[in-house]
């Protein structure tokens, strides 16, 4: 069975300081690796996928990593903004597009 | 490019009463999908259709949970009778069907409580 465990589940940083959120993932074969942001009362807002072990991404103060066991997202210079859950998702090999969510981790950033 | 759109925003009933939630996802998007996503947790797949045909809904709660989407388009997606255990957010998303863009896009949610 394909499970996604994220941490860890909540973590509070100062403005300005650097940190990495984990995603480690059991799958058969992966076929991407997904990373979401979600605010309270909204749905998650899509931010990277990863397809292979050693690809990064970057957007603005984020950085998705993979390995081929896990994936970090490193987050430099956090701002307030940044306050969000992050989500990481799986899409196994051979899977109709279904996607497998780890149950987050909650950044709060404090001025 | 218009999100995908979904209604109500929120709903309270009472246990053993019925509902209905309404998508519609973004323009061309040939695949949709009903996620519940419980308080704490990360979203759960319902149900997967592709165009108006369900691809997978092994995890639907068919004993009391329903879902259609006529005409590939808009979808909607009932729960009847409610639980308690049912309070929850919907989430709807879709995607294209074709290429190598597996992204999914998120509607705003629908928050149920159950009482």
């Known amino acids: 069975e394909d499970q996604v465990t994220q941490s860890p589940e909540a973590l509070r940083l100062q403005e300005g300081e650097s940190s990495s959120l984990n995603c480690s993932y059991t799958?058969?074969?992966?076929?991407?690796l997904f990373w979401y942001r979600q605010d309270p009362g909204k749905g998650p807002e899509f931010l990277f996928t990863l397809y292979s072990a050693g690809e990064e991404k970057e957007k603005e103060r984020l950085k998705a990593t993979l390995t081929k066991k896990e994936s970090f997202l490193h987050i430099t210079a956090p701002k307030p903004e940044d306050s969000a859950t992050y989500l990481c998702?799986?899409?196994?090999?051979?899977?109709?597009?279904?996607?497998?969510f780890g149950s987050g981790t909650q950044l709060t950033v404090l001025p | 490019e218009a999100g995908v759109a979904q209604s109500p925003r929120y709903k309270i009933i009472e246990k053993r009463q019925s509902v209905a939630f309404w998508c519609n996802p973004i323009?061309?998007?040939?695949?949709l999908y009903w996620y519940q996503q419980i308080l704490g947790q990360g979203p759960k797949l319902l149900i997967q259709?592709?165009?108006?045909?369900?691809?997978?809904d092994s995890q639907l709660p068919k004993d009391r949970f329903s879902a259609e989407r006529l005409k590939g388009v808009d979808s909607t997606l009932k729960i009847q009778p409610a639980k308690l255990e049912d309070s929850a957010v919907y989430l709807c998303?879709?995607?294209?069907?074709?290429?190598?863009?597996?992204?999914?896009?998120f509607g705003p949610g629908t928050r149920l409580t159950v009482t």
């Open positions: 998702a799986v899409l196994p090999s051979g899977s109709a597009r279904q996607l497998t």
């Open positions: 259709f592709q165009n108006n045909g369900v691809v997978d």
């Open positions: 998303a879709s995607s294209p069907v074709a290429g190598d863009s597996y992204e999914q896009y």
């Open positions: 323009s061309g998007h040939a695949t």
């Open positions: 799958v058969s074969g992966l076929r991407g």
